[in-house]
């Protein structure tokens, strides 16, 4: 056994630490969830509530931190699954830390917490930085909006997606910082407004591949109906499957390895561009020879 040692941590020079929690026993049927920010009980979730349901001990079980709201009510911002659990086994009152804290401080509360003691998906994050007003997820909030995409906030499987529906929260994300507003947005523009407006093609490779491409020329990113009817004449769906699968049948090849999905379906979509683009056609009617990137046509002869 050893004391609590805090000889080399230095103390914060300032810390705003909040009034001091409350312990104590509420009632189940006194607690409610914010579905703004918490996630719903499903797959690993509800598996989660039956283990800790079976293997139940009040010795692995840490007090719920609760908020109050209107009503006599208490918020849940961390023990979802624990209280679900208890309930299941058939008591009435779990142990809870009441906390005084706004709306927007539980989703801060529940970001910090769930995004460092367990894995949470950026999905989630997302929700719960939206719900504390942190100024990067209301940038892509923004951005997702002007270009009719819907985050999700928790995975689900394509076959129950809807057109327009995407888990690439974090792609999205980075893209913003790396490629600007105006190219994420045609990006997602390229696949919202135009006959690829199906479930599963707005994947993470897809709109690295498309905000890529675009970023390079940024003639085509700027040619507004022009771009978005030349991609009502490429299947991405059919791209992306064909990346994919010659992703995996020639990962032995060493050219192979050298190149990713996404240069893969980078490859492609510039080469469909360069033949449908009016300002690619006029440039390649001007030249005596064709004078391909030898880097495009390797990555789109890899998968054909």
Excluded at 128 to 153: M, N, Q, S
Excluded at 252 to 268: A, K, L
Aim: charged letters at 20%; hydrophobic letters at 45%.
């Amino acid at each position: 056994m050893r004391s609590i040692l805090t000889e080399g941590l230095k103390k914060p020079a300032k810390v705003s630490a909040g009034p001091v929690p409350m312990l104590q026993w509420l009632r189940i049927d006194d607690l409610v969830v914010d579905p703004t920010y918490q996630r719903p009980i499903v797959g690993k979730g509800r598996r989660n509530v039956i283990r800790i349901a079976e293997a139940f001990s009040w010795s692995c079980f840490s007090p719920v931190i609760v908020a109050p709201v209107e009503g006599g009510k208490f918020v849940i911002i961390d023990g979802q699954h624990r209280t679900t659990a208890a309930a299941v086994v058939g008591f009435e009152s779990v142990p809870c830390q009441i906390v005084i804290a706004a709306r927007e401080q539980q989703a801060v509360a529940f970001k910090a917490i769930n995004g460092i003691t367990v894995p949470i998906s950026p999905m989630a994050l997302h929700a719960a930085a939206i719900v504390a007003h942190e100024p990067w997820a209301i940038e892509v909030a923004d951005v997702c909006a002007r270009a009719d995409v819907e985050v999700l906030r928790y995975p689900v499987p394509v076959e129950r997606q809807s057109p327009g529906q995407t888990m690439a929260v974090g792609a999205i994300a980075r893209c913003l910082k790396s490629y600007g507003e105006a190219t994420l947005i045609t990006a997602l523009q390229c696949i919202t407004q135009t006959t690829n407006n199906k479930p599963g093609t707005l994947t993470a490779r897809m709109i690295r591949a498309l905000c890529e491409v675009l970023d390079r020329r940024r003639d085509w990113r700027d040619s507004g109906l022009t771009l978005l009817e030349a991609f009502d004449a490429i299947d991405l769906a059919a791209i992306q499957t064909e990346a994919a699968m010659y992703k995996t049948t020639g990962s032995t090849q060493t050219d192979m390895t050298r190149t990713s999905q996404v240069e893969c379906i980078m490859g492609r979509i510039q080469l469909e561009l360069s033949q449908l683009m009016p300002c690619a056609k006029a440039e390649a009617a001007t030249r005596t020879t064709p004078q391909p990137t030898p880097a495009a046509y390797k990555a789109v002869d890899l998968v054909r």
